[in-house]
């Protein structure tokens, strides 16, 4: 039987209880919500023969970047294909069952364009928006991300109860797309229709950082708690994007006790939380702060991740935790399990080879204070470090070192012009890191000149 759900898409499960945990599969994964897996449970013991219930599973387990998750993807991407077999699905069914196959063989771009054929016969799928965009954003496909939502956009009328989630898929691409005023319109426009939007809220707070409007960006992320108080571990993000807030207002001291009170109150292996915690200490440690022994706990998570080799992103903040807390071993590990993977063939290898080798070898040298080193490589892998993944606010951490590293290094014209490209990518806008560094950089020429 075939029934219809949230997004106006057939869906062949047979009674509305299933449906309707179905469609909190859907918010859920929509509005970042803790429930997700527990209304995807509730499907697959009411539909067993579900496939795209399974199919589902599968992605999400993707999604993770966890090594010891793909098997479970794997076994989630058999049985799917098996239940296809039995029942007959919908087009959109294959299609994800089909870009979970794409995935699991180290094709994320094709599982992607598969997705969008889904999407161009449903362009009101909420859910396989969802998708892509999401693997776009582990692909650093930032300009793949805003065409694909605008094409979706007039399928999403007043009328669809998901519009709010992907008008806020919108304002993060348009943020990422260095269209800020834009973002930021559409974002609070999503907010407005969907209150539990974390995502959208998310985006509006990265158009502050890279606009340096500090406490635009706290009042927004205060006064809409509903937003993301209740999701799953993205809160902890949320909570990040405080941090660098106050750290904007140069409230460092603040912003390391937002790090112990919340950002790490959980202390969890997930790599999105890891990411959160690394970058944090070492923006703080870059503006001279002792963060004491925190690296250690985080580096404890990173070198049972050495070997994982899921996303370029992950790795190279798994490598800031084991620098920060001084683990040569493990380091030394990751990079010739790098080396080793620079040599595979495929999407995700090439990541790995180029910028990832770079810059690895470069956030080695700067933890050994061989800047000058440090600074080359780092600079090598910026030019094409947006396909690692991830925002340019999370990124923004390797300019910070490059940056730094290029001072320390004395190679002040090179940079110079990496600051006036940061500059420039924040449409003008200076924040105070930007200034401090314009500010070192007079004072070093002024003394090599004397």
């Given at each position: 039987?075939?029934?219809?759900d949230?997004?106006?898409?057939?869906?062949?499960?047979?009674?509305?209880?299933?449906?309707?945990?179905?469609?909190?599969?859907?918010?859920?994964l929509?509005s970042?919500?803790?429930?997700t897996?527990?209304?995807?449970?509730?499907?697959?013991?009411?539909?067993?023969?579900?496939?795209?219930?399974?199919?589902?599973?599968?992605?999400?387990?993707?999604?993770?970047?966890?090594?010891?998750?793909?098997?479970?993807?794997?076994?989630a991407?058999?049985?799917?294909?098996?239940?296809?077999?039995?029942?007959?699905?919908?087009?959109?069914?294959t299609?994800?069952i089909?870009?979970l196959g794409?995935?699991?063989?180290?094709?994320?771009?094709?599982?992607?364009?598969?997705?969008?054929q889904?999407?161009?016969?449903?362009?009101?799928d909420?859910?396989?928006a969802?998708?892509?965009?999401?693997?776009?954003?582990?692909l650093?496909d930032?300009?793949?991300?805003?065409?694909?939502?605008?094409?979706?956009?007039?399928?999403?009328?007043?009328?669809?109860?998901?519009?709010?989630?992907?008008?806020?898929?919108?304002?993060?691409a348009?943020e990422?797309?260095?269209?800020?005023?834009a973002?930021?319109?559409a974002?609070?426009a999503g907010?407005?229709?969907?209150?539990d939007d974390?995502?959208?809220?998310?985006?509006v707070?990265?158009?502050?950082d890279?606009?340096?409007?500090?406490?635009?960006?706290?009042?927004?992320?205060?006064?809409n708690?509903?937003?993301?108080?209740?999701s799953n571990?993205?809160?902890?993000?949320?909570?990040?994007?405080?941090?660098?807030?106050?750290?904007?207002?140069?409230?460092?001291?603040?912003?390391?006790?937002?790090y112990?009170?919340q950002i790490r109150?959980?202390?969890?292996?997930?790599y999105r939380?890891?990411?959160?915690?690394?970058?944090?200490?070492?923006?703080?440690?870059?503006?001279?702060?002792?963060v004491?022994?925190?690296w250690?706990?985080?580096?404890?998570?990173s070198?049972?991740?050495?070997?994982?080799?899921c996303?370029?992103?992950a790795?190279?903040?798994?490598?800031?935790?084991?620098?920060g807390?001084?683990r040569?071993?493990a380091?030394?590990?990751?990079?010739?399990?790098?080396?080793r993977?620079?040599?595979k063939?495929?999407?995700?290898?090439?990541?790995?080879?180029?910028?990832?080798?770079?810059?690895?070898?470069?956030?080695?040298?700067?933890s050994?204070?061989?800047?000058?080193t440090?600074?080359?490589?780092?600079?090598?892998?910026?030019?094409?470090?947006?396909?690692?993944?991830?925002?340019?606010?999370?990124?923004?951490v390797?300019?910070?070192m490059?940056?730094?590293?290029g001072?320390r290094?004395?190679?002040?014209?090179?940079?110079?012009?990496?600051?006036k490209?940061?500059?420039?990518?924040r449409?003008?806008?200076?924040?105070?890191?930007?200034?401090?560094?314009?500010?070192?950089?007079n004072t070093?020429r002024?003394?090599?000149?004397?």
């Amino acid at each position: 039987m075939t029934l219809t759900d949230i997004c106006f898409c057939p869906v062949t499960l047979s009674t509305p209880a299933a449906l309707e945990d179905w469609n909190g599969v859907i918010l859920g994964l929509l509005s970042h919500g803790r429930q997700t897996p527990v209304h995807l449970g509730r499907v697959l013991d009411a539909a067993p023969d579900f496939a795209m219930g399974h199919a589902a599973r599968g992605m999400f387990c993707m999604m993770t970047g966890r090594a010891e998750m793909i098997p479970v993807a794997r076994d989630a991407y058999g049985t799917a294909r098996a239940m296809a077999e039995q029942t007959p699905i919908t087009p959109r069914e294959t299609g994800w069952i089909t870009a979970l196959g794409l995935w699991l063989e180290g094709k994320p771009t094709q599982a992607i364009a598969t997705i969008e054929q889904v999407l161009t016969a449903l362009p009101q799928d909420t859910l396989s928006a969802k998708l892509s965009h999401g693997i776009r954003f582990l692909l650093g496909d930032g300009a793949g991300m805003l065409a694909s939502v605008e094409r979706l956009l007039p399928a999403h009328t007043e009328n669809h109860s998901c519009r709010g989630y992907l008008l806020g898929c919108h304002a993060f691409a348009l943020e990422e797309n260095g269209h800020y005023a834009a973002a930021e319109k559409a974002g609070r426009a999503g907010l407005e229709l969907t209150a539990d939007d974390a995502w959208g809220l998310h985006a509006v707070a990265h158009v502050y950082d890279m606009t340096a409007q500090p406490d635009a960006g706290l009042t927004l992320i205060e006064q809409n708690t509903a937003a993301w108080e209740g999701s799953n571990n993205f809160r902890y993000h949320v909570w990040w994007h405080k941090a660098l807030l106050h750290m904007e207002r140069g409230e460092i001291d603040y912003a390391l006790g937002l790090y112990d009170a919340q950002i790490r109150a959980e202390k969890t292996d997930d790599y999105r939380d890891i990411a959160n915690a690394t970058s944090l200490l070492m923006r703080l440690e870059l503006e001279g702060m002792d963060v004491g022994n925190r690296w250690q706990e985080l580096a404890d998570f990173s070198e049972n991740r050495v070997e994982d080799g899921c996303l370029v992103f992950a790795d190279l903040h798994y490598m800031l935790a084991l620098s920060g807390a001084d683990r040569g071993g493990a380091r030394a590990q990751m990079t010739a399990r790098f080396a080793r993977d620079a040599s595979k063939s495929g999407e995700m290898p090439a990541r790995v080879a180029t910028p990832g080798t770079e810059a690895l070898a470069g956030l080695n040298a700067f933890s050994e204070g061989r800047y000058d080193t440090a600074f080359s490589n780092l600079a090598a892998a910026r030019a094409v470090l947006t396909t690692i993944g991830g925002s340019h606010a999370q990124r923004d951490v390797f300019d910070r070192m490059t940056i730094d590293a290029g001072l320390r290094a004395g190679r002040y014209d090179a940079t110079s012009a990496i600051l006036k490209d940061r500059l420039k990518q924040r449409d003008g806008h200076m924040d105070r890191f930007a200034a401090s560094r314009f500010e070192k950089l007079n004072t070093a020429r002024g003394i090599a000149a004397q």
